[in-house]
Structures are given as structure tokens and as C-alpha cells.
């Protein structure tokens, strides 16, 4: 009966531990934002209603199709080259739902911008039809995450590169 009663305090001890370590390890993980990353993500998260209201009434060509229903990490690069990472869900309609700052673990598509094209988005009057714009433009790059999504957005990206080269958008 000893050993069992000085067993109990090494549970608490043990688990108090691992709480400490769980929790300092998220603590770490949102630390690897850069300063302005809760800030852009706040404008992020108050332009999604909007964006969602006009995302159903702009043609985002085949790309558009292709985005239905993908997990997305947004990969936002400022000019000294930091980063901040958001994520959300894009739905059949293409509307933003799950919104997150941080990485998803699922994630199957990864969009990469700079912080510009960002701000540019986050301000316009109607965000659908710019990031329409800069995805068309190459501002915004799409890659696929695991083997399967990778080769089908270098296949998209491919075709999208030579329609720009020839001037088609």
C-alpha cells in the first residue's frame, strides 16, 4: 500500500509536466508569427464576410473549380521576408469558412502571396474579384500539398503560365 500511495504524487507531478510541456509547445508554435501577424489576421477575418458575399458572383475560370472544397494554408511574406500563416476551408461555393490563424495540418492547397498583394485584398471593396485578379496575375501562387495536389496544381500552373505568356489573362 506504500508504493501506491507515493505513486499518486508522481501522477500530479507527471501530468502537471506534461501540461507545462503541452502548453509551452503552443505558446511556441503562435510565437513564430511575426509581430503584425494577429493584427492582419483580425482585417483577414473582418474581410471574409465580404469577400463570401461576392465570391458566388465572380468566374474564377478553371482555376475556381479546382479550389472548390480545398484546405488552405495562406502563406502571407512581408518585405523582410517574415511570415504568417493562416488557414482556412474554402467550400463548393469557394467561401471561406474554418478561418485560422496558423497552420492547418490537413491542408491540401497552399497559397503564397506577399504582404501587398495581402493589404490589397484585405481593402478592396470587393477582395473576391481582386484575388481573382492575382491569381490570374501570378500574385498569388498555388501549390498543392501531398503528392496527388502537387501534380495537379503544377499541371494548373503550368497551363495558367503559358496562357499569361501568351497574353490570354
Not at 477575418?45 to 461576392?54: F, P
Not at 490563424?101 to 478592396?124: C, P, V
Request: hydrophobic letters at 50%; zero cysteines.
Amino acid at each position: 500500500m506504500n508504493s501506491a500511495r507515493s505513486v499518486g504524487p508522481f501522477r500530479w507531478l507527471a501530468t502537471l509536466l506534461a501540461l507545462l510541456v503541452v502548453t509551452s509547445g503552443l505558446a511556441v508554435g503562435q510565437s513564430d508569427q511575426p509581430e503584425w501577424a494577429d493584427e492582419a489576421f483580425a482585417e483577414f477575418g473582418g474581410m471574409v464576410a465580404v469577400y463570401n458575399e461576392s465570391i458566388t458572383a465572380v468566374d474564377l475560370g478553371v482555376a475556381g473549380d479546382q479550389l472548390e472544397n480545398e484546405r488552405v494554408n495562406l502563406v502571407v511574406t512581408d518585405a523582410d521576408g517574415a511570415t504568417a500563416t493562416f488557414s482556412f476551408r474554402l467550400d463548393g461555393q469557394l467561401r471561406m469558412t474554418e478561418l485560422d490563424q496558423g497552420a492547418r495540418s490537413d491542408a491540401t492547397l497552399r497559397m503564397s502571396l506577399d504582404y501587398e498583394t495581402f493589404d490589397e485584398i484585405i481593402a478592396a471593396d470587393n477582395p473576391a474579384v481582386v484575388f481573382r485578379d492575382a491569381v490570374a496575375a501570378g500574385d498569388i501562387r498555388l501549390s498543392g500539398v501531398g503528392t496527388t495536389n502537387a501534380v495537379k496544381w503544377v499541371v494548373i500552373n503550368t497551363v495558367a503560365d503559358l496562357a499569361r505568356s501568351f497574353g490570354l489573362f
